[in-house]
């Protein structure tokens, strides 16, 4: 399908005139939807809606899946809304708007256009209640690193609060003093939220390599591939990263940043490919 092929190398003119291809930002979206959704899961909320440890996989991966066909369905509908100006119009939206507040804004508008007073309540329940167990698990894993950084005894209620009170405070003052950025700031989370889900599929790929025999360790090698050549590329292509410094160079934006970071997949694979050539491979772990 051409437009389909068309709109991958770039999408003029969805925000405001400015430069925004499928490849990699929607890949990133996506992708951190579905991260989200397992690592969601690790939050104590969910932790205690546990009967068994048996339950770990199905509970985890299922949040992972159903997160990123969540997040399928709401690039599809991003991508049909931006196409209508008259649509945007009808529901408030602005593009200047979406490009400051982000998400939230977009799944509010269209969810009250489309269903009503339901969809409004859908949009709560998606945006506001369901991400509650990821702001959970962020908040609790700052505060155990900040503790274990500078020694701070965790036990004690007050001591949690020593430090849980400052990260709320300046959460409360991004999403307040500096919502206007809030998009951005949601764009460098997706982006960091991804840098980790690569890194963990590497590592997912070398354990399994050294640890399983045959081919297993291919199952996390080509999405760990797929990841690394998303993440190069949106850090060598994105307004909010080296795209920015280089945004009046069309030969950079439209090509330059893609060769870049498939060089840097290519690369790391190399890398990878020598490691393995040169490790013995363990018996089965137990």
């Known amino acids: 399908m ?11 003119e969805l925000a405001g005139g400015t430069s925004k291809p499928i490849f990699p930002m929607m890949f990133i979206s996506i992708a ?5 959704g397992f690592h969601a899961t690790q939050s104590p909320l969910m932790a205690r809606c546990f009967s068994s440890e048996k339950q770990g996989r199905p ?4 949040s992972m899946i159903t997160e990123g066909v969540v997040g399928l369905i709401w690039a599809a509908a991003a991508t049909y809304i931006f196409h209508n100006p008259d649509l945007m119009a009808q529901i408030g939206l602005t ?3 979406v490009e400051s507040k982000g998400g939230p804004l977009v ?9 009503g007073t339901f969809g409004a309540v859908l949009a709560v329940i998606g945006v506001v209640a369901c991400p509650i167990t990821s702001g959970d698990t962020a908040m609790r894993a700052a505060r155990l690193m900040v503790a274990e950084i500078f020694g701070f005894e965790q036990k004690k209620l007050s001591s949690r609060l020593y430090l849980a009170l400052p990260l709320f405070g300046i959460s409360l003052l991004l999403l307040t ?12 989370f997706a982006f960091i939220n991804q840098l980790l889900a690569m890194c963990t599929l590497w590592v997912i ?9 045959g081919w ?26 080296l795209g920015g410094v280089f945004a009046n160079n069309e030969l950079y934006q439209n090509t330059l940043s893609y060769l870049a970071g498939a060089a840097a997949t290519v690369s790391i694979f190399c890398i990878f490919i020598h490691w393995a050539n040169k490790t013995q491979r363990l018996p089965d772990a137990d």
């Not at 051409?2 to 003029?12: A, H, K, R, S």
């Not at 509970?59 to 299922?62: E, L």
């Not at 297993?216 to 990263?241: D, G, Q, S, W």
């Open 2 to 12: 051409p437009e389909i092929w068309q709109g991958l190398e770039n999408m003029q």
């Open 95 to 97: 593009y200047a708007d």
């Open 177 to 188: 003093v500096f919502s206007n950025q809030f998009g951005v700031l949601w764009r460098y």
């Open 107 to 115: 799944v509010n508008g269209l969810s009250g256009a489309w269903l």
């Open 216 to 241: 297993f360790y291919v199952m996390a090698l080509l999405p760990a591939l797929f990841m690394t050549m998303v993440i190069f590329t949106y850090f060598f292509r994105a307004p909010e990263c």
């Open 59 to 62: 509970i985890f991966y299922g």
């Open 205 to 213: 790929t070398v354990f399994l390599f050294k640890h399983r025999k």
């Open 32 to 36: 951190c939807g579905a991260v989200s």
